[in-house]
Nanobody, 124 residues
């Protein structure tokens, strides 16, 4: 069973930066994780894909609203996923979730098998 634990959320002023971390454990050969990503959910809205990383070739994808401001990455040990968020805007406010799945494409759709508990980001 894959476990994901997010950290790094908080409250910042517009224009500020935060770095979210997602510690992953419980991987096995049969886990065959194909992608990992960050998703967010604002109050009263659905969960949306923010950034994903495909484990095979390390390619990435971002939702248009964060391109040029957010960067998804993974450490060399492949146990921690990061989301560097710069030039934050009030519309970036929400609960941010880390997720992992066996799919190798289409991972911006939030139908992942494994989810963390979320970390709150508030931009004012």
């Amino acid at each position: 069973q894959v476990q994901l634990v997010e950290s790094g959320g908080g409250s910042v002023q517009a224009g500020g930066s935060l770095r979210l971390s997602c510690a992953a454990s419980g991987y096995t050969y049969t886990s065959r994780i194909g992608c990992m990503g960050w998703f967010r959910q604002a109050p009263g809205k659905g969960r949306e894909g923010v950034a994903v990383l495909y484990t095979g070739g390390a390619s990435t994808d971002y939702t248009d609203s964060v391109k040029g401001r957010f960067t998804i990455s993974r450490d060399n040990a492949k146990t921690t996923l990061y989301l560097q968020m710069n030039s934050l805007k009030p519309e970036d406010t929400g609960m941010y979730y880390c997720a992992a799945d066996r799919r190798r494409d289409g991972c911006m759709v939030p139908s992942h098998e494994y989810w963390g508990q979320g970390t709150q980001v508030t931009v004012s």
